[in-house]
């Protein structure tokens, strides 16, 4: 969230944010009722002032007539204070953060620019099966009794990919622990207030899925748990950036992806993921480095996993709200003859850790908001479509990466229908 401060000292660069942003906001709606706010607070200080001085020494009628009437007015202007909170609270609440200047300007997808590309695209002298063929095919996965237990793009791992799956996630777990990194495993059952802190609300909400309980929600990532991990906290600067990788399971309603990728297992759901998030002080130069090193992260286990890849510049129209700078990595996938979107990395400078009073304590003992940052390290099962499609073998069968062999206990998932 953006201060008001901020909004008031930027009022061109704020609207320009959020035209680039593809946002409608009323800034001069929102500074009215600032001013209003600013004139009514004074007032109420002006009146309680009043107030203090005439409830020394004993009242006569006109005092006792005067505290009465203050009162009545003090209860007035408070009143209309708190309506004209909620209001301004709520217009500002829809305001997306400020992109870096190094951003590039742009609508939609067709914006983003790509800044990095590794490996080599496989190619095959046969003729290649998608994920969705090779899972049936080798029973690795149940997408009809899937649709049948949990309903539309509901699914069932099974076999070695279930056993895959968990490698995948654990392989990533260790890796990121050992650049010391602290292991967290997060709730998926959340409050509404984390999910403001984190931006995914108001603008995502269509996207949550709402549980029976008064205020509990399901995360759609680790980000808004653990972001708000330290919510209306001050932390010590000494102690800073704080670096996690967490796990969680994931729930997204996908409620503007009907008639998109729903065969297979690209967009469902309910997934798992790992994800590392951090928080940091309020130094943007600091926030860039740990920015590419999450990237680099990411990067390493794509090429662990021997997956090509490639790195997205993502532009102000398709990098989402509390963002100020983020990449996306996208992985090969062999059947759609393109990439698909694995991860992404922003910087969200301190628009959450203002909207979950996250602080830091600094040397001079002033207090400043901190910095926050996140990356996805890998979610499954999409990952599983990359390994599936670039492995795949001639006979049917599947080769599995070789970091994961020792850890799934087989180094291929046999076609065992080949020959017959």
């Known amino acids: 969230m953006l201060s008001l401060d901020f909004i008031r000292a930027n009022k061109s660069k704020v609207i320009e944010a959020a035209k680039n942003k593809n946002r409608q906001i009323d800034i001069e709606k929102i500074l009215t ?11 109420i200080q002006v009146l309680r002032e009043e107030r203090n001085k005439t409830s020394h020494g004993k009242p006569d009628e006109k005092t006792i007539a005067r505290g009465k009437q203050i009162k009545e007015e003090l209860k007035k202007f408070e009143e ?11 217009l500002v609440s829809f305001v997306p953060n400020i992109p870096l200047p190094e951003v590039p300007v742009g609508k939609d997808e067709s914006g983003n620019k790509e800044v990095k ?3 080599e695209i496989p190619k095959f002298d046969f003729e290649i099966k998608s994920h969705l063929d090779l899972g049936l095919s080798l029973d690795l996965f149940d997408l009809e009794r899937g649709s049948k237990v949990s309903g539309f793009r509901g699914y069932f791992l099974k076999n070695q990919a279930a056993q895959l ?13 050992k650049k010391g990194y602290v292991p967290i495993i997060a709730p998926s059952i959340v409050k509404g207030f984390t999910l403001f802190g984190s931006g995914q609300f108001p ?5 949550v899925y709402k549980l029976n309980d008064e205020d509990a929600y399901l995360a759609g990532t680790a980000e808004v748990p653990v972001t708000s991990y330290f919510s209306g906290e001050i932390l010590k600067e000494s102690d800073l950036p704080k670096k ?6 994931c729930f997204r309603r996908e409620a503007g992806a009907y008639g998109k990728d729903t065969k ?3 967009r469902v759901h309910e997934f798992w993921k790992v994800e590392q998030v951090i928080i940091a002080g309020s130094d943007i130069e600091e926030s860039k480095k740990l920015h590419l090193e999450l990237q680099k992260n990411t990067e390493e286990i794509l090429e662990d996993f021997k997956i090509p890849y490639r790195r997205l510049l993502m532009c102000t129209g398709d990098m989402g709200e509390p963002q100020i700078f983020k990449f996306d990595t996208e992985i090969w996938m062999p059947h759609r003859k393109g990439y698909g979107e694995i991860a992404s990395n922003s910087i969200m400078g301190d628009f959450q850790t203002r909207r979950l009073k996250i602080k830091y304590r600094k040397k001079d003992n002033t207090t400043e908001y901190c910095y926050s940052l996140n990356d996805t390290a890998i979610p499954s099962p999409r990952i599983l479509i990359a390994i599936l499609e670039n492995y795949q073998k001639k006979d049917g069968s599947i080769k599995i990466p070789e970091v994961l062999q020792q850890l799934v206990g087989f180094d291929k998932i046999p076609n065992k229908s080949a020959g017959k």
């Open 264 to 266: 297979g297992l690209y």
């Open 203 to 207: 603008w995502g909400e269509q996207e």
């Open 244 to 249: 996690f990788v967490a796990f969680s399971p």
């Open 165 to 177: 799956q968990f490698a995948i996630l654990f392989y990533v777990f260790q890796k990121l622990v």
């Open 117 to 119: 590309k590794w490996g």
């Open 33 to 43: 009722l600032d001013d209003q706010r600013r004139e009514l607070i004074q007032k």
């Open 80 to 90: 209309t204070l708190v309506d004209t909170l909620v209001k301004l609270d709520q």
